[in-house]
């Protein structure tokens, strides 16, 4: 949050955290968003895209990248993972991790369910002290030990990082969308990390390139990481922002795009909040849509929705799967009924189905 109000929030803060709380207290994204009325038509040559040469066909399948995974949710806590290398050791398709963006002026990324930093993060300078290392560390340590995981396993699956910023950005203080970006390329690594420039290879926008079906396929890639950041609870109860952490990156990703700067982007940018309809409308209508090609919302609502959500073109995030009527166990329920849960939310058009499940036969599932 970069607006000239967003400094007034501090003054607010204590009330916020009740907010934030209260809507953190269910796992996932489950802020509903308004119906729209519009859909944005964008359509693109299906030409191969630079995307597609480099890591194989285009999925062709009723998610994008023909295959549905599944993902953890709050996956540095440490009472569920005592460290994160124990939650990417799931094979977890995607892992989620919440950050505060200098947060009352920490002049920091943090990672915490609440300001600060608590997390299961390692100091950590090798792969052995991924499980030694002095816990509740900042995001660039969190990103570092993803990266010594992925050297000690070069071969792993696609893993994506769902980065909810708790507050959002912090552009005015030094802490916008450009410098998070600068924190991955630097601690992640840019090579390791698949973005927007891989995605949308020769075409105009990124959703010209989802609409060709310009998405790798899951197999292709391997060893590979795929970064959303989102707006987080705090930053959607906050009066004083409203620059939304998907609408900044969105601007992020046109600014960069006319530099010619497109491979210094690592991430894209996801909408919050099922909606049946395109929710691309509004502030996130106009040039934005094009650059918005990632959903993440309640996984109920998406099961309601007929077909595959928006064609099965787009990542989709569903989350809180254990509750989709008939609901089952949210940490550990049945090792088919969870993988019959991923099927069903897969043929709706879900990349990422997303719970608490932390039995590997499950976190490491995959349909396609």
Excluded at 189 to 206: D, E, W
Excluded at 231 to 243: I, L, Q, S, V
Excluded at 297 to 320: E, R
Excluded at 334 to 356: E, H, M, W
């Amino acid at each position: 949050m970069h607006r000239p109000l967003a400094r007034a929030a501090t003054a607010v803060g204590a009330g916020l955290l009740v907010l934030a709380a209260a809507a953190g207290a269910t796992t996932g994204a489950t802020a509903a968003a308004t119906p729209a009325a519009e859909t944005p038509a964008a359509t693109a040559p299906a030409a191969a895209t630079s995307a597609q040469a480099a890591a194989g066909t285009a999925a062709q399948a009723t998610t994008a990248t023909g295959a549905t995974s599944v993902g953890l949710h709050n996956a540095y806590i440490q009472a569920t993972f005592p460290y994160l290398a124990d939650a990417l050791d799931t094979g977890a398709g995607m892992l989620e991790i919440d950050i505060w963006t200098n947060f009352f002026g920490t002049r920091d990324f943090k990672v915490s369910h609440d300001p600060g930093n608590s997390n299961n993060c390692a100091a950590a300078n090798t792969y052995p002290e991924l499980r030694t290392g002095a816990r509740n560390q900042n995001l660039a340590t969190c990103l570092r030990n993803i990266r010594l995981w992925h050297e000690n396993k070069p071969n792993h699956p696609l893993v994506v990082l769902k980065l909810e910023l708790k507050n959002g950005f912090d552009g005015r203080g030094g802490f916008g969308a450009q410098q998070l970006d600068r924190v991955i390329a630097d601690n992640l690594g840019a090579a390791n990390v698949f973005g927007p420039a891989q995605l949308k290879g020769s075409h105009p926008t990124l959703d010209a390139a989802a609409q060709a079906g310009a998405w790798p396929t899951r197999a292709a890639l391997t060893g590979k990481f795929l970064i959303l950041v989102e707006r987080g609870t705090f930053e959607a109860a906050n009066p004083f922002d409203r620059y939304h952490t998907d609408v900044e990156y969105a601007d992020r990703l046109i600014n960069a795009n006319s530099a010619g700067a497109l491979p210094s982007t690592m991430a894209f940018p996801a909408i919050n909040g099922a909606s049946q309809s395109d929710p691309r409308t509004g502030d996130r209508g106009a040039d934005r849509a094009s650059w918005l090609v990632a959903f993440d919302g309640d996984a109920s609502a998406y099961a309601g929705y007929p077909g595959s959500y928006l064609g099965g073109k787009y990542l989709v995030v569903m989350t809180d799967a254990h509750r989709v009527a008939p609901a089952i166990d949210g940490v550990n329920p049945p090792v088919p009924d969870a993988q019959a849960r991923v099927r069903d939310l897969a043929a709706k058009g879900a990349t990422i189905v997303s719970s608490d499940w932390r039995n590997p036969a499950i976190a490491s599932y995959t349909t396609g």
